[in-house]
């Protein structure tokens, strides 16, 4: 809308001007006729309307505007969920578990990282996964059979540092577990 009077105000000087420099042609350049060509008044350009539309634009829609702005609402994009893979229980049990950290080669050939989620088991396949529940607080990790063990009486797994940690047994050693087989090999 400023643009748009800034472009009448503009256009009513322009026809000011070449009504006087008209004048001042047409008189021969006397200076009588250049005040008369000061003092003519200037045509006034009304702005006109744009015609109504047949058909609604993309902006209107058909619909009245509300001239006050109305707020943006802010989209929040929900976060996708992070889906635990399912597995189907093949067997399950109950021991005690014990937890080793000193880097050694393992059973499966690999060399063991204490910080993997990973543990000993002695008659599983290599690369079964096996999901371990400490009893005395419910916490749980899965693991990847990647070694053979333990060997002390009464223990069926022996994890890795970082799965005991998990599973919050580290500070006991040995932890009364719950173990589902979820795959094998």
């Known amino acids: 809308m ?6 009448i105000a503009s256009g009513v000087a ?42 609604p634009t993309r902006a209107s829609r058909g619909e009245t505007r509300d001239p006050s702005p109305s707020p943006v609402p802010k989209t929040v994009k929900p976060k996708p969920k992070k889906t635990k893979p399912s597995y189907r229980v093949l067997s399950s049990g109950s021991c005690e578990a014990s937890f080793y950290g000193e ?9 063991f990282d204490p910080s993997e989620l990973t543990a000993a088991h002695k008659t599983l396949p290599m690369g079964s996964k096996v999901r371990v ?14 070694d053979r063990g333990p ?31 979820l795959s094998r090999g």
Do not use: F, H
């Open 2 to 7: 400023r643009l748009r009077s800034i472009l």
């Open 14 to 55: 322009v026809a000011v001007l070449a009504a006087g420099g008209w004048a001042l042609i047409s008189a021969g350049g006397s200076s009588g006729s250049a005040q008369a060509a000061q003092s003519a008044q200037a045509p006034t350009v009304t702005p006109q309307a744009d015609p109504p539309r047949a058909t």
């Open 103 to 111: 880097g050694q080669m393992t059973a499966s050939g690999e060399t």
């Open 133 to 146: 529940t400490n009893k005395n607080n419910d916490r749980s990790v899965i693991v990847r059979i990647n």
């Open 151 to 181: 060997y002390a009486g009464g223990r069926c797994l022996d994890l890795s540092t970082a799965a005991m940690e998990k599973v919050g047994g580290t500070g006991s050693g040995v932890i009364p577990v719950r173990y589902q087989v």
